[in-house]
């Protein structure tokens, strides 16, 4: 089975996450990229607790385009820390693999 890979982050806004989605699609960094409904997120903050509403980000990518794609989301992103993991996921469908592949390449 062929490996792609899947990047995702949260921002507190749908307008930065749409836009975070549409660079990196248009810039060939990511194949496809989906913006899931608000999450509400808790977390330790500048020594206290904080809670806020956000919205994810989840985007495909081929292996060699991620070190591009976490740069490229790291420039636009709205906070200071962004998260940004990175999971490599073996592809149950090597057509998507291959399309993956493809749609990341100039």
Not at 9 to 15: F, G, L, N, S
Not at 37 to 65: C, H, I, L, M, N
Request: aromatic share 8%; charged share 25%; net charge negative.
């Amino acid at each position: 089975m062929e490996q792609i890979c899947v990047v995702t982050t949260v921002v507190d806004a749908r307008a930065a996450a749409d836009v975070l989605a549409a660079t990196a699609v248009a810039d060939r960094l990511a194949a496809c990229a989906q913006v899931g409904g608000q999450v509400d997120s808790t977390y330790w903050w500048r020594a206290a607790t904080e809670t806020s509403t956000e919205w994810s980000v989840q985007f495909k990518t081929a292996p060699d385009r991620v070190t591009a794609l976490v740069d490229r989301i790291r420039a636009g992103h709205p906070y200071e820390v962004p998260e940004i993991l990175v999971s490599r996921v073996e592809c149950g469908d090597p057509a998507y693999a291959a399309w993956v592949r493809e749609n990341t390449r100039i």
